[in-house]
């Protein structure tokens, strides 16, 4: 285990006449002696307070250590633990983790939503508000975000802020500007400039986070306004680098992103999918939590709607999992035509309206909640369905493979987390992979800050897989407007190119 | 020229859809180019101001640049100008000068008192302050003086202090504890600690100095508690380090500091030679400043005595050449024996005079001014003479040579500025090593850090310098208990020692 930070416990030698080293070499040196060829850094705070602490115990001190690329630094002198949190700042959720640094062992997961939502719920609105004279208030609300819940945490495990030594952060390009107050004006302007790729270690204070202020502090490297830290650390929490074969890295959150490649090569493609799969997508969508419909089940004879929601809750609306299943349902049952509109049988079951918002499959009507799936939703959905396999198809195309050449198909995010692969092939969303070769990795980006907080050799990897990355954008890409049309239909107008 | 901070013009190639690097990459890529294999650090402010620093300026920027050690770092991106300070922090006095990096001009010099003469004259009654808890006003004093001599050569020039963007601090152990408030306390115990030997870059903002606050300031490292960076930065100055045969280096203020040695061996020796030289002898004693009597004749047969004054004024005391000169005349003139006490022509001269005080000789008597040189004052002077010639000895003698192998003999500080060789060996203060053999150097220590600023190749001298110091105690030393009697007397119980 090599940890990003830890704690040491030294024992110089006392000074004698013989030997008058001063006592930041005297530090230095044992813990030269105790870590090998790395010279450690010590600030200048530290210094100040040395003498005493070294001679109040005796020349027996614990010194928590942080590893920072080629150099190490003393992040504390009086603890004898050593924290750290692992945060992925995504769009509309902060998550974190919180690791004891000594033991290795993860205590406690914590998320809360972005309190940049206030703000608007989708990354370009939150830039055009920056463009406006809001950035330093979109900063302010998102570390105020991060340290509320590294303060959870902490509260949770009776810890102050202040043991937290280490954070690792990851997130598209642009939470990650907001988090340093960088301004995001080029981003969305061609030829997308962002401002800096890789930070590397910067101070808690720089940013105003709540934690140890010596503390340590990495950001993700992005390798474009595209490719942000999040795709980085989920290249590395996949293990998607070390693979001999061609496999597949799909991330659908905003933005659908798609990773490609293999240990010698790596490509990245990226468009804006629409919030096809965060609750964004209709009237009636939401996030992944309580209450959601998650599954739905049409009898094929019947028509008879079952479904089943997330806690057991009363329903009160439909995620991103839930709508792929009732579009195949609803496909599979004959009551959708493969334009995606709302044929015959809808009506015989009692389940179509009409009215001045158009026409609309009633999914629940209690007394308690009605819901009600537009053919406005419908057609946003058949769009990010067409939207998401003409970019597998570009991406995988533009290597030179087929679909059934991925050894492996990694899907993360909200995407990965419920999805029924099956049923997502029968509409054409994506190809015919099979269960066995699909692969849910939950939130690879969080995962990937988490790894590196327990390795810090990751970080060589990091700027291997940097250095590796090309970057396909896609939305304006001539191929995927050729092939976008063709996946407007259920579940494809050519079956062929559906093959796993 | 490798100055330690200079002013680069950069035009990175503008942003295109076939290059899209990030502003931070794509400029520190362009710094790259330029200055070879370095690469080079951005903090985080200057990231914030980048991408509308490029845009308004069509690409084209000044960086100030500063090397510091293993690493290079953008101190400004504002300015085409870059000024930086080199300043000896003296017990006495803060000397600095100003220099335009740009073109290795030295602009100015300038100096003021120490502020901390307020808590006492002597580095040893400061010590005691700050242990007593005068620490932090003692660190406030002397930073408020830096402040006030940068902000004097600044103003000289029409230079705001932010135009200052580095500084290289000499000074002793113990000034520069107080320069960076770290605390005194090991110092004067034994086996007498100092808090650090080298802490090499910090940053303005660390002590509290007024000037760009994202420069860059080096501290001379010390070699031990009584082997301060001023005198490291002598051993640069003198380039005794270069020398193939071995020479000496003699700085003489409050302590006495003898370096002998050459490019493959440095031995310090330290000692408190006492306030010999910088006025504190006796009551008539001054510094080398305007009224200063500086050197003094008496006519071997009359006794009339004749003396020059610094800037031709009116004698107001004497400063320690002329005590030396003084001394050496009365001597050569038969009115002082060799145990340094007042003999018959004195009294026949009509200069002696016998009170409550003693016994003592009237070196002016005028309406305006009377300057009685006491008895108590030339034993003051006969020690201090005494444990400089000793010490002296003891270092030479300790390394196997003899003073007529020392090739150089290099004398800096207020002895080395103003002393008559000759005189000084005619009492036995040094060996008789001819005019031709000794180098005045001035403020060695200062120069030392003006080169550094200019030659930063000088930081791996530094290292090595530190590296080859042994250190010498002289004042605890049973050789120089030994040889300090028979230097009591003028010239020497044994003029054979005094051979040059």
Sequence with gaps: MEPIIRTVSLSPALPTPTDKRADRERLLDSLSDMIGAFHPDIGIDFLRELPSLLRNNNFSISATLGYEGNKARILSLKADEAYAVAVDIGTTNIAASLFDMNTGEKLDYGEIENPQMSEGADVLTRMHAAMGGKGAKLHRLLVEGVNKVIENLCAAHSLHPSAVSGAVFAGNTIMIHFLLDFPVHNIPVEPYIPVAHNIGFISPCDIGLRMNPQGSVYVFPNAGSYVGGDIIAGIISSGLYTEEQPCLLIDVGTNAEIVVGCRDWLMVGAGAAGPALEGGISAIGMRAVDGAISGVTIDRRTHEV????????????????????????????????????????????????????????????????????????????????????????????????????????????????????????????????????????????????????????????????????????????????????????????????LKG
């Design 306 to 497: 079952t479904f089943r929601t997330i806690g057991n809750s009363e329903p009160i609306g439909i995620c991103g999992s839930g709508m792929i299943e009732l579009v195949a349902e609803l496909y599979a049952a004959g009551m959708l035509d493969e334009k995606g509109g709302f044929v015959t049988p809808c009506a015989a079951a009692g389940r179509l309206v009409e009215d001045g918002a158009g026409r609309g499959f009633v999914l629940v009507d209690s007394p308690e909640k009605r819901l009600v799936l537009r053919d406005t939703d419908i057609n946003n959905f058949m769009r990010s369905k067409a939207a998401m396999f003409a970019s597998l198809q570009v991406m995988v195309s533009s290597v030179g493979i087929a679909f059934s050449e991925l050894e492996k198909v990694f899907v993360g995010g909200a995407f990965g987390s419920g999805i029924d692969a099956e049923k997502a092939a029968s509409i054409g969303m994506i190809p015919g992979w099979g269960k066995q070769r699909i692969h849910p990795t939950g939130n690879s980006s969080l995962r990937g800050a988490e790894m590196l907080l327990m390795d810090r050799k990751l970080l060589l990897t990091i700027d291997h897989i940097c250095g590796m990355i090309t970057y396909r954008e896609l939305n304006t890409d001539g191929e995927f407007m050729r092939q976008f049309p063709a996946a407007l239909f259920i579940p494809h107008t050519n079956q062929e190119v």
